[in-house]
């Protein structure tokens, strides 16, 4: 028997487990992409105050990073 059938013939005699593991899944991909975005927010800010330490704003004929 194929993965496919068996998984089909799975969600027909489980539909509860069925939607629990496809509830499990779309709550795991969430907190995947969140710890991403968390990650990129992180290493913005780093980058921000590198930035800002470093005073390149003012290469850029500003008063400071501040808008």
Request: charged share 20%.
């Amino acid at each position: 028997m194929s993965t496919a059938v068996a998984t089909v013939i799975s969600i027909v005699e489980n539909p509860a487990e069925s939607a629990h593991s496809d509830a499990e899944q779309l709550g795991n991909e969430i907190t995947e992409l969140c710890s991403y975005i968390y990650a990129a927010e992180l290493r913005l800010l780093t980058l921000m105050v590198e930035f800002d330490e470093k005073e390149y704003w003012a290469q850029q004929g500003l008063c400071s990073c501040v808008p």
